[in-house]
C-alpha cells in the first residue's frame, strides 16, 4: 500500500505533532526538568506533590517555549550547519511564524501558571530565564563574542533555582551554588563540542571560541574552566543541600573530569584531525553524565535527610 503524506498548497509536508515537539528540545527539557527538580526537592520547605508537579510542567512548558524561540531566531544559522540543518524550520518541515507564535504562547501560558501554582516570584524567575535565553544569549551574544556560552550559561544554570524558589519563594546559598555548578559547567561542555563541529560554527559564522580564538586557545579554556569548576562542583557538599556521600562522588566526578580537560589539553590538532576528535567527542559525552551524577547524588543526599539518615555533625557552611 502506499503511504500518503498530506501536502499545503505549495507541495511542502504538513506539519506533523512530532515537529512541533521537536521545536521544544525535548533532550534540552528533559536536563531542565531534572535540575528544577533537584532544587524543589533539595529545598527545606515541603512542597505538595501536586503542586511540585504542576510547576515542573511549568518550567518543562517554558523551557520548550524557550527552545522554540531560540529555533525560530537561528533558522538562518540552523540551514547551514550540519548538526542542526535537520530541525523542523530549516528541513521545511514547520514554518518559522508557527514555532514564532508557539514559543510565544507557551512563553506567557507557562509563566503564568507557574505564577498561580507556586509563587509570584519563580514565576518572574522564570520569565527571566526564558528572557535571557532567547534575548540575551540567542539574540545578542551568540553571534556577537566567544564569550557567548560563558555569559548565556547562565540561562541554563537557572532552572535548579527556579525549583527552588518554587518551594521557598526566594532564592538562598545552596540554589546559588546549584546555579553556579552548571554554570562553570557550560563554557567546557560546548566547547569541546565546538573542537569537533568546528567546521559548523565557522560555516555558520559564529565565533564559538575556536572560530574566533583557535583551537589551542580553545584548549587552553577547557584546562581552565575544569580546574575553576572544580571547587565550585565540591562546594555544596557543605551546604545545606549536601554531606559526604555528594563530597565523596563530587570528587571522583571533578578528578574524571580534570584529567579529561588534561588529555584534551595535550593535544595538537594534527592528532585530533587523524583520530576524529575522539577525545573531545568522549570529554563532550561524559560532560553530560557528569553533571547528571552530581545532581543525583543532591537527590541521594535529599533521600537520606528525609529518611533521618544525614550525618550528624556534618559541617553546614552555605
Known amino acids: 500500500m502506499t503511504e500518503v503524506v498530506w501536502t499545503d498548497k505549495t507541495g511542502a ?7 512541533f515537539v521537536d521545536l521544544l528540545k525535548p533532550r534540552v ?17 515541603p512542597v505538595h506533590p501536586v503542586i511540585a508537579f504542576a510547576a515542573l510542567v511549568c518550567i518543562g512548558v517554558g523551557a520548550g517555549a524557550a527552545g522554540a524561540l531560540n529555533m525560530w531566531w537561528d533558522r538562518d544559522i540552523d540551514a ?12 521545511g518541515r514547520v514554518e518559522h511564524d508557527a514555532a514564532l507564535a508557539l514559543g510565544v504562547t507557551l512563553s506567557g501560558f507557562s509563566v503564568v501558571m507557574l505564577g498561580l501554582v507556586a509563587n509570584v516570584f519563580a514565576a518572574a524567575f522564570l520569565a527571566f530565564t526564558i528572557f535571557f535565553y532567547v534575548v540575551i544569549y540567542s539574540m545578542w551574544l551568540k553571534r556577537a563574542t566567544p564569550q557567548n556560552i560563558v555569559i548565556g550559561g547562565a540561562a541554563g544554570a537557572f532552572p535548579p533555582m527556579v525549583g527552588w524558589a518554587v518551594a521557598t519563594g526566594g532564592i538562598a546559598p545552596a540554589s546559588v551554588l546549584m546555579f553556579l555548578l552548571i554554570f562553570l559547567w557550560t563554557p567546557p561542555h560546548f566547547w569541546a563540542l565546538a ?18 580564538a583557535g583551537e589551542r586557545s580553545t584548549r587552553n579554556h577547557i584546562l581552565a574552566y575544569a580546574l575553576i569548576l572544580a571547587p565550585a562542583a565540591i562546594a555544596p557538599a557543605f551546604s545545606s543541600v549536601g554531606g559526604p556521600v555528594y563530597l565523596a562522588g563530587a570528587f571522583v566526578l571533578n578528578a574524571l ?4 580537560a588534561w588529555a584534551i589539553w595535550r593535544r595538537d590538532e594534527a592528532t585530533a584531525a ?3 576528535c575522539r577525545v573531545e567527542k568522549r570529554f563532550f559525552g561524559f560532560s553530560i553524565v557528569y553533571l547528571f551524577l552530581h545532581f543525583s547524588l543532591l537527590l541521594v543526599e535529599a533521600g537520606l535527610r ?6 550528624a555533625g556534618w559541617p553546614v557552611l552555605f
Open 13 to 19: 509536508p504538513e506539519a506533523q505533532f512530532g515537529d
Open 29 to 45: 527539557m528533559r536536563l531542565v526538568l531534572f535540575t528544577a527538580l533537584v532544587g524543589l526537592v533539595c529545598a527545606p520547605v
Open 80 to 91: 547551514v550547519m550540519a548538526r542542526t540543518k535537520g530541525r523542523p524550520i530549516p528541513s
Open 195 to 212: 573542537l569537533f563541529r568546528n567546521d559548523d560554527y565557522t560555516r555558520a559564522g559564529v565565533p564559538m571560541l575556536p572560530v574566533a
Open 257 to 260: 573530569f580534570i584529567r579529561g
Open 274 to 276: 587523524a583520530d576524529r
Open 306 to 311: 528525609a529518611a533521618g539518615l544525614a550525618a
